[in-house]
C-alpha cells in the first residue's frame, strides 16, 4: 500500500463525547495524510470507536466489530481493523484473547497516537498531503459537539466512567475557544458543550473558573451561535451559571441535569446526593429564574435495594416534575463496580416492568408539556432536508439526536428562521416560518 493515498472509516458507538474523540481522532489522521471515508467496504482502514459504559452498549460494541471483521477486507486481512475508545480502556489485555479479528486496540488515553498506530499496520504513512486540521470537523451538519473536560471524580456506586476515562481533568479555555471558533468558521450554528461533569469545568485549572464563564466568553464572542449545554450535575447548577444562562439569548434555555432517583435512600446508595424535595425546589428555581427553560434528567429504575414504595415514589416525582425530557433505564449491574455487589439485586423482569412503567408515565407527562409550546414563536435551527423535500429542524428545547425534531415549511440546512408552533406529536413539532 506505501506511496498511494489511504482511506479510514469510523464505526462511533455511544455517546457525543465518542463521537467528539473520533472527530478527534479523524483530524489527526488527516493532518498525517489520510482521507476518511463515509464506506467501511471502500476503506483501507477500520476504526471502530467503542461504548463500553454498561453491559447492553458492550454488546451493541462488539457486535460492531464483528460486523466490521465479517467485511472482505478485513476478513482476507488486507484491512486492518482497530478497536479504539471505552472496550479497550475498561478490558485492557483482556480484549487480544477475546477478539482475534482487531489488529490493534487503542483505549481512550491512546487517541492521540492513532496515526501512528495505522502507519504501523499500513506499513508507512500515507501519501496523501496533510489536510488543515479544520477539514475533518466541518460536516456533519450545523451543529457540533466540542469536550470541555474527561473523566470524573465522582465514583457514583453503578459507574464505569472514572475506571475507562479516568480522573476529572478540565481543557483548557484557550484550547476550547481555539475549538469552537474553528466550528463556527466551518459554519457550525450550534455548539454543545459536552463532558462526564460538565459543571465541575474550570475548578481543577491552575487558575480555577466556571462553566458559567466560560459559556459567558464564548456567548459573547459569537452571538449568532447557539450554545447548548449537557450533562451537568444538580450542584453544578450554580446562580452564576443560571445567569449567564437566561442573559444571553443565545445560550440555550435548556438544561439537562442527570438526577437518577428521588428518593435519598437510594440516592446515598448510588454515591450521590439530594431528594425529591431539592429536585423540586431546583427545579421550580429555574423555571421561576430561566423564561421557558427545557428540562431533561435519566434515571434508573431497579437500583439494588429499590423497593416498590421507592419506585412509586419515583414515579410520583416524574408526574409532579413536569420535565420536558426523562432518559428511563433498567439498572446493569457492571462487573467491578459497588452497586453491582450490593445486596437486594432486583431481578431483570422487575427492574423492566418498572422501565416500562416510568417511561409510560413519562411520556404522558412530558406529551402534555411539550404540547403547552403550541404558538409560541421560537427560532429554529434547519438542520436538514428529507427525500420528499421536508425540512426539520430543532428549537433550542430540543437536543441533537435525542430530542426529537420540529418540521417547518421553509428554510434551508444552517439557516434560523423564526416560527409558530402550530401542532406537537409526543416529542416532535410542527411550526410554519413567520413572514412568509
Same mark, same amino acid.
Given at each position: 500500500?506505501?506511496?498511494?493515498?489511504?482511506?479510514?472509516?469510523?464505526?462511533?458507538?455511544?455517546?457525543?463525547?465518542?463521537?467528539?474523540?473520533?472527530?478527534?481522532?479523524?483530524?489527526?489522521?488527516?493532518?498525517?495524510?489520510?482521507?476518511?471515508?463515509?464506506?467501511?467496504?471502500?476503506?483501507?482502514?477500520? =476504526?471502530?470507536?467503542?461504548?463500553?459504559?454498561?453491559?447492553?452498549?458492550?454488546?451493541?460494541?462488539?457486535?460492531?466489530?464483528?460486523?466490521?471483521?465479517?467485511?472482505?477486507?478485513?476478513?482476507?486481512?488486507?484491512?486492518?481493523?482497530?478497536?479504539?475508545?471505552?472496550?479497550?480502556?475498561?478490558?485492557?489485555?483482556?480484549?487480544?484473547?477475546?477478539?482475534?479479528?482487531?489488529?490493534?486496540?487503542? $483505549?481512550?488515553?491512546?487517541?492521540?497516537?492513532?496515526?501512528?498506530?495505522?502507519? !504501523?499496520?499500513?506499513?508507512?504513512?500515507?501519501?496523501?498531503?496533510?489536510?488543515?486540521?479544520?477539514?475533518?470537523?466541518?460536516?456533519?451538519?450545523?451543529?457540533?459537539?466540542?469536550?470541555?473536560?474527561?473523566?470524573?471524580?465522582?465514583?457514583? /456506586?453503578?459507574?464505569?466512567?472514572?475506571?475507562?476515562?479516568?480522573?476529572?481533568?478540565?481543557? $483548557?479555555?484557550?484550547?476550547?475557544?481555539?475549538?469552537?471558533?474553528?466550528?463556527?468558521?466551518?459554519?457550525?450554528?450550534?455548539?454543545?458543550?459536552?463532558?462526564?461533569?460538565?459543571?465541575?469545568?474550570?475548578?481543577?485549572?491552575?487558575? $480555577? /473558573?466556571?462553566?458559567?464563564?466560560?459559556?459567558?466568553?464564548?456567548?459573547?464572542?459569537?452571538?449568532?451561535?447557539?450554545?447548548?449545554?449537557?450533562?451537568?450535575?444538580?450542584?453544578?447548577?450554580?446562580?452564576?451559571?443560571?445567569?449567564?444562562?437566561? /442573559?444571553?439569548?443565545?445560550?440555550?434555555?435548556?438544561?439537562?441535569?442527570?438526577? +437518577?432517583?428521588?428518593?435519598?435512600?437510594?440516592?446515598?446508595?448510588?454515591?450521590?446526593?439530594?431528594?425529591?424535595?431539592?429536585?423540586?425546589?431546583?427545579?421550580?428555581?429555574?423555571?421561576?429564574?430561566?423564561?421557558?427553560?427545557?428540562?431533561?434528567?435519566?434515571?434508573?429504575?431497579?437500583?439494588? !435495594?429499590?423497593?416498590?414504595?421507592?419506585?412509586?415514589?419515583?414515579?410520583?416525582?416524574?408526574?409532579?416534575?413536569?420535565?420536558?425530557?426523562?432518559?428511563?433505564?433498567?439498572?446493569?449491574?457492571?462487573?467491578?463496580?459497588?452497586?453491582?455487589?450490593?445486596?437486594?439485586?432486583?431481578?431483570?423482569?422487575?427492574?423492566?416492568?418498572?422501565?416500562?412503567?416510568?417511561?409510560? =408515565?413519562?411520556?404522558?407527562?412530558? /406529551?402534555?408539556?411539550?404540547?403547552?409550546?403550541?404558538?409560541?414563536?421560537?427560532?429554529?435551527?434547519?438542520?436538514? =432536508?428529507?427525500?420528499?423535500?421536508?425540512?426539520?429542524?430543532?428549537?433550542?428545547? +430540543?437536543?441533537?439526536?435525542?430530542?426529537?425534531?420540529?418540521?417547518?415549511?421553509?428554510?434551508?440546512?444552517?439557516?434560523?428562521?423564526?416560527?409558530?408552533?402550530?401542532?406537537?406529536?409526543?416529542?416532535?413539532?410542527?411550526?410554519?416560518?413567520?413572514?412568509?
Amino acid at each position: 500500500m506505501e506511496g498511494r493515498t489511504r482511506t479510514v472509516a469510523f464505526v462511533t458507538l455511544g455517546c457525543a463525547k465518542n463521537e467528539v474523540d473520533s472527530r478527534d481522532m479523524a483530524a489527526l489522521l488527516a493532518q498525517a495524510g489520510y482521507r476518511i471515508a463515509d464506506d467501511p467496504e471502500r476503506a483501507d482502514a477500520i =476504526i471502530v470507536n467503542t461504548c463500553s459504559f454498561i453491559q447492553p452498549a458492550t454488546e451493541e460494541s462488539i457486535e460492531a466489530i464483528l460486523d466490521a471483521a465479517a467485511l472482505d477486507g478485513v476478513r482476507g486481512g488486507a484491512v486492518p481493523l482497530v478497536v479504539a475508545g471505552c472496550m479497550p480502556a475498561r478490558y485492557g489485555d483482556e480484549l487480544a484473547a477475546e477478539l482475534p479479528e482487531a489488529a490493534a486496540f487503542v $483505549p481512550c488515553s491512546r487517541e492521540d497516537s492513532i496515526a501512528e498506530v495505522l502507519d !504501523g499496520l499500513l506499513g508507512g504513512p500515507s501519501a496523501c498531503a496533510a489536510a488543515p486540521p479544520a477539514d475533518a470537523a466541518a460536516d456533519g451538519g450545523p451543529s457540533a459537539y466540542v469536550k470541555i473536560s474527561d473523566g470524573c471524580d465522582r465514583f457514583c /456506586s453503578y459507574c464505569t466512567i472514572p475506571f475507562i476515562r479516568g480522573r476529572y481533568h478540565s481543557f $483548557p479555555q484557550q484550547d476550547i475557544q481555539r475549538e469552537v471558533a474553528a466550528l463556527v468558521a466551518a459554519g457550525k450554528r450550534e455548539i454543545v458543550l459536552v463532558a462526564q461533569d460538565t459543571g465541575r469545568w474550570g475548578t481543577d485549572l491552575p487558575e $480555577p /473558573s466556571t462553566l458559567a464563564a466560560l459559556v459567558d466568553t464564548l456567548a459573547e464572542a459569537h452571538p449568532d451561535t447557539w450554545f447548548r449545554l449537557m450533562y451537568i450535575q444538580p450542584e453544578g447548577i450554580t446562580d452564576e451559571l443560571v445567569d449567564a444562562v437566561a /442573559s444571553h439569548g443565545n445560550i440555550c434555555s435548556y438544561l439537562d441535569i442527570p438526577l +437518577q432517583h428521588c428518593n435519598g435512600d437510594i440516592l446515598k446508595a448510588m454515591n450521590r446526593t439530594g431528594d425529591a424535595g431539592r429536585f423540586l425546589e431546583l427545579i421550580g428555581r429555574l423555571r421561576r429564574d430561566v423564561p421557558d427553560v427545557a428540562l431533561r434528567t435519566t434515571l434508573i429504575c431497579g437500583f439494588p !435495594g429499590e423497593t416498590e414504595e421507592q419506585f412509586e415514589e419515583l414515579c410520583d416525582f416524574v408526574e409532579e416534575a413536569e420535565l420536558d425530557y426523562v432518559g428511563i433505564f433498567p439498572f446493569s449491574p457492571e462487573d467491578g463496580t459497588r452497586a453491582a455487589e450490593l445486596p437486594g439485586q432486583v431481578d431483570d423482569d422487575t427492574k423492566q416492568e418498572r422501565t416500562q412503567r416510568l417511561r409510560d =408515565i413519562a411520556d404522558a407527562v412530558s /406529551s402534555a408539556v411539550i404540547a403547552r409550546r403550541v404558538g409560541r414563536r421560537v427560532p429554529v435551527l434547519v438542520c436538514g =432536508i428529507e427525500e420528499d423535500g421536508q425540512r426539520f429542524g430543532r428549537t433550542q428545547a +430540543q437536543a441533537p439526536e435525542v430530542d426529537g425534531a420540529t418540521f417547518l415549511d421553509a428554510g434551508e440546512p444552517g439557516d434560523m428562521p423564526t416560527c409558530v408552533i402550530t401542532d406537537t406529536l409526543i416529542y416532535e413539532m410542527e411550526g410554519e416560518v413567520c413572514g412568509r
